[in-house]
């Protein structure tokens, strides 16, 4: 930690730490303790703040109508921000409620990771597990894999999903992507190593593994049935805890944006030559998503309407690399970065990068059709679920998310005083927070170096003082403001003394996690190391063995 403390402490150019929020847990609860609410947490890979329509309804898009009327019967969060801007810190920062310098997770876990999520870390699944709760888990994990990693090791009763990303194992028929990926070979090793130089970005050498719980039942799995498996799950496990009159979690972690998987091919494709390339297909993907999310919604109200909260949020905002398969990030195009080259979305801490699409929905509880506009973070799931729950975390650690069960319940506004955002992959170290919000101001103290669409990067530039925005007068993020003015130097002390804070918070904090990185080739998920691309099943033959599954332990 010292190593990591040392040169922001000597040249104060990088933020390398986090401001500590003290979780409350003296917010408003549930009028019955006695009758504890459900939880349903559902969060969309690379989703753009822009893609919700309710947040842009000018745009008439009609591509998100139950989100659309979630968010009339409920609450709109406009100024929510995920944790990082790419997939595993996120998801950590979410479950922990912690930052990556916290949780030790500050970049994402590979197909060959021996570990994940440290150990140390309590999770909010375990937390709500111990209470009683009946915790579920459907969708893209990207925490670990490998041994006591797994979900079902982390505080989920049950687990169905993908263990990573989408793209990261090779499928007969692959989703949409830029470049395409190729689909699984099955002429051997020798052949696979050749096809993966076609297109780094591609893994071609391991099929792309369902896990139901601890087991792979299908590998490669078919990507286009998903979302009709997640669907039936998600139904049994609603109605499931409602028969055993059991308070339930359900997260929901859904890839349909990661690689886009609609409009559905012909049955008989087996190759990607007559995949659409146009804009038509992210629309698509986006109302698949949408459909499933209304299809839970529906199940929910049928079932327990008013004693369950349904949270929908984004993991980061658009992958901008991905040009015509991205989604939108409305007016925060970050146009200071963007006309100097370079991406300012997905990997970046641009609110392109980390605002992003969120909703709260809870019938009698949360009032309807309201919007806030308070600063909050997917952290502060955590806090606000506890709470909720009369459930209290473990004392001997700091917590970065805050309680918002006000903010949710009561019409308050007030969020975080402060809210870093870490690199996720582009300018600087991996986890660094770098960007700090203070109210409607913006400091950035390092830029660039993250890929636009077309390949374009920008060059990595440190401020000095940093480029600071006012965000309510520059959503767009294109000018900055100028340093010499009284204003510009009352927000820069203001947030030095934050650093200040932040600095002696990290310094003085035992409970810091630290992630293993490492990889190992005898970690991949693997059904049948004897067949090629681990293969659980004859190719092409996928859907046709959807019910006949071969069970491996991982």
């Not at 499928?171 to 130089?197: A, E, F, H, M, W």
């Not at 286009?224 to 039936?232: A, F, G, I």
């Not at 499931?240 to 009159?245: I, K, P, Q, T, V």
């Not at 909050?376 to 805050?402: E, N």
Request: charged fraction near 20%; charge should be negative; proline fraction near 8%.
């Amino acid at each position: 930690m010292a190593e990591c403390l040392a040169p922001f402490l000597l040249t104060g150019m990088l933020l390398c730490g986090l401001l500590l929020h003290a979780v409350s847990l003296h917010g408003a609860r549930v009028d019955n303790p006695s009758e504890r609410p459900n939880f349903i947490i559902i969060v969309a890979d690379d989703i753009g703040w822009g893609d919700l329509d309710a947040n842009q309804p000018e745009a008439r898009a009609n591509n998100t109508p139950y989100l659309n009327l979630m968010a009339e019967q409920g609450l709109k969060l406009t100024d929510f921000h995920s944790p990082a801007s790419t997939c595993s810190p996120s998801r950590a920062a979410i479950l922990t409620g912690r930052y990556g310098l916290r949780n030790g997770v500050t970049h994402n876990f590979a197909v060959g990771s021996v570990a994940g999520l440290p150990l140390t870390e309590v999770t909010l699944p375990q937390l709500l597990q111990e209470a009683g709760y009946y915790t579920s888990m459907i969708g893209k994990w990207h925490l670990g894999h490998n041994g006591p990693y797994g979900p079902t090791h982390r505080g989920f009763d049950s687990y169905l999903g993908i263990p990573y990303s989408n793209d990261m194992g090779c499928t007969d028929i692959p989703g949409y992507n830029l470049p395409q990926c190729p689909p699984c070979d099955t002429s051997g090793p020798q052949v696979l190593r050749l096809k993966r130089s076609v297109h780094e970005g591609c893994y071609s050498q391991v099929g792309l593994p369902l896990i139901e719980n601890r087991s792979i039942v299908e590998q490669p799995l078919d990507l286009w049935t998903l979302t009709e498996r997640y669907k039936s799950a998600a139904t049994r496990i609603i109605l499931n805890a409602r028969e055993r009159r059991q308070p339930y979690l359900l997260y929901m972690a859904l890839a349909h944006m990661h690689v886009p998987l609609a409009p559905p091919l012909p049955p008989d494709t087996t190759t990607t030559a007559n995949h659409p390339n146009d804009c038509t297909v992210y629309s698509a993907s986006l109302r698949e998503m949408d459909s499933l999310v209304g299809a839970v919604k529906s199940t929910s109200d049928d079932t327990d309407k008013n004693n369950t909260l349904i949270w929908f949020t984004g993991d980061n905002g658009p992958w901008e690399q991905k040009c015509q398969y991205a989604g939108s990030v409305g007016p925060f195009i970050g146009k200071w970065q963007t006309s100097r080259g370079g991406g300012s979305a997905k990997r970046t801490t641009w609110e392109g990068g980390h605002r992003v699409p969120t909703v709260a929905y809870w019938p009698g509880k949360i009032p309807a059709n309201t919007t806030s506009s308070a600063l909050l973070s997917g952290m502060d799931i955590f806090p606000t679920l506890l709470s909720l729950a009369g459930v209290k975390p473990p004392a001997d650690r700091p917590y970065d998310g805050i309680n918002a069960t006000n903010i949710l319940l009561q019409g308050e506004h007030r969020g975080h005083e402060f809210l870093f955002h870490p690199n996720s992959g582009a300018a600087g170290r991996f986890g660094d927070l770098q960007t700090v919000r203070s109210g409607k101001h913006k400091a950035f103290y390092i830029t660039g170096a993250a890929e636009a669409c077309g390949g374009a990067t920008g060059s990595q530039q440190l401020h000095d003082p940093p480029l600071i925005f006012d965000l309510e007068r520059d959503e767009a993020e294109e000018t900055p403001m100028d340093a010499g003015t009284p204003e510009y130097r009352a927000v820069a002390e203001r947030i030095a003394r934050g650093r200040e804070e932040l600095l002696w918070d990290i310094a003085t904090d035992e409970s810091v996690s630290a992630a293993d990185y490492s990889t190992d080739k005898s970690a991949e998920p693997c059904c049948d190391p004897g067949r090629a691309v681990c293969r659980c099943h004859p190719p092409g033959q996928g859907r046709e063995l959807t019910h006949r599954k071969r069970s491996t332990q991982i």
